[in-house]
């Protein structure tokens, strides 16, 4: 991935527990429990660059993979694959997802429900009835040119181009931001997506 400007803003944020000190184990009273001394499990928050670029790739692969699926298993089995995307990449486990795909029209524009992404990928909900399904287009690569990427901590933020191409050959560009939290168990997830048609002067 070319041209990233990178930003590592501020010291990774690692939680440290120190083990008592010398005066707090005399401090202890008599016949009382004594100080623990084994380190307690820690989680580092911090996100890598390398993590950033590599949960950018696993998601143009599920685009391509729920296609594939779609082409070879018809809409039952696309719908299963992204669910599983849905479950795996994406933060709904934390809240709110921003999501504001590229092919939305008001007044359903943003999704913030994992019902409402389901539907954009694969469409077949009544409750969102624009969506045919975007990740059903027959999709064979996406390429991701970052613009730049933004780390600080446990939180992640990318801007640039993704085009995809699809099995004709044709290729879509579009502008696209992505934020990335890791979860309590460390896994990088998607909480902020969105994606746009470039500009067109007149």
């Given at each position: 991935?070319?041209?990233?400007?990178?930003?590592?803003?501020?010291?990774?944020?690692?939680?440290?527990?120190?083990?008592?000190?010398?005066?707090?184990?005399?401090?202890?009273?008599?016949?009382?429990?004594?100080?623990?001394?084994?380190?307690?499990?820690?989680?580092?928050?911090?996100?890598?660059?390398?993590?950033?670029?590599?949960?950018?790739?696993?998601?143009?692969?599920?685009?391509?993979?729920?296609?594939?699926?779609?082409?070879?298993?018809?809409?039952?089995?696309?719908?299963?694959?992204?669910?599983?995307?849905?479950?795996?990449?994406?933060?709904?486990?934390?809240?709110?997802?921003?999501?504001?795909?590229?092919?939305?029209?008001?007044?359903?524009?943003?999704?913030?429900?994992?019902?409402?992404?389901?539907?954009?990928?694969?469409?077949?909900?009544?409750?969102?009835?624009?969506?045919?399904?975007?990740?059903?287009?027959?999709?064979?690569?996406?390429?991701?040119?970052?613009?730049?990427?933004?780390?600080?901590?446990?939180?992640?933020?990318?801007?640039?181009?993704?085009?995809?191409?699809d099995k004709k050959g044709q290729r879509t560009t579009v502008d696209k931001t992505w934020a990335f939290k890791k979860d309590d168990a460390g896994q990088l997830r998607i909480v902020l997506h969105h994606s746009s048609l470039p500009h067109r002067a007149n």
């Open positions: 991935m070319k041209h990233a400007l990178i930003s590592l803003a501020g010291a990774a944020f690692v939680a440290l527990a120190a083990a008592p000190n010398a005066s707090a184990q005399a401090s202890a009273p008599a016949g009382g429990s004594a100080p623990q001394t084994a380190a307690a499990p820690l989680f580092n928050g911090s996100i890598s660059l390398a993590e950033v670029l590599a949960a950018q790739r696993a998601w143009g692969d599920a685009l391509v993979r729920i296609s594939a699926d779609f082409e070879q298993g018809g809409i039952t089995r696309a719908r299963a694959t992204a669910n599983r995307v849905l479950d795996t990449a994406y933060g709904y486990n934390l809240g709110p997802v921003l999501f504001k795909p590229t092919l939305t029209v008001a007044p359903q524009t943003f999704r913030t429900t994992r019902e409402g992404a389901l539907a954009y990928f694969v469409g077949g909900d009544k409750a969102f009835p624009s969506d045919s399904g975007f990740a059903l287009k027959g999709w064979t690569r996406v390429d991701i040119e970052n613009a730049a990427v933004h780390i600080n901590g446990e939180v992640a933020m990318t801007t640039g181009n993704v085009t995809l191409t």
